[in-house]
């Protein structure tokens, strides 16, 4: 069964930061592309990062300069992070943790994976 656990999400004031963190048990996540989308109210959901098996990454221009997404490939465990900093109140969403094992190690065909978390929280106001 895949199983996506994302943490980190949370309060903060405009300016701020915050680091997601999304954990995904099995080895077979380490050939998947894992990447972090968001759903504002009334919006649709969109990507806002993407990083590669091979360590190829691809950002929404929303957010060029500001998040920056990683991964850790542990034996059991893909870990996938998103440092968020320079945060506005635009960036108030759901965020939604994809895994996606279409990809090649660096390239992934469009639209998301089939595998997702169950969202987080994030909230950037005064």
């Known amino acids: 069964q895949v199983r996506l656990v994302e943490s980190g999400g949370g309060l903060v004031q405009p300016g701020g930061s915050l680091r997601l963190s999304c954990a995904a048990s099995g080895s077979v996540f380490r050939r998947y592309a894992m990447g972090w989308y968001r759903q504002a109210p009334g919006k649709q959901r969109e990507l806002v990062t993407r990083?590669?098996?091979?360590?190829?990454?691809?950002?929404a221009d929303s957010v060029k300069g500001r998040f920056t997404i990683s991964r850790d490939n542990a034996e059991n465990t893909v870990t996938v992070y998103l440092q968020m900093n320079s945060l506005k109140p635009e960036d108030t969403a759901v965020y939604y943790c994809?895994?996606?094992?279409?990809?090649?190690?660096?390239?992934?065909?469009?639209?998301?994976?089939?595998?997702w978390g169950q969202g987080t929280q994030v909230t950037v106001s005064s």
């Open positions: 990083i590669t098996s091979g360590g190829n990454t691809r950002l």
């Open positions: 994809n895994a996606d094992n279409r990809c090649s190690d660096y390239m992934c065909p469009s639209g998301p994976g089939a595998y």
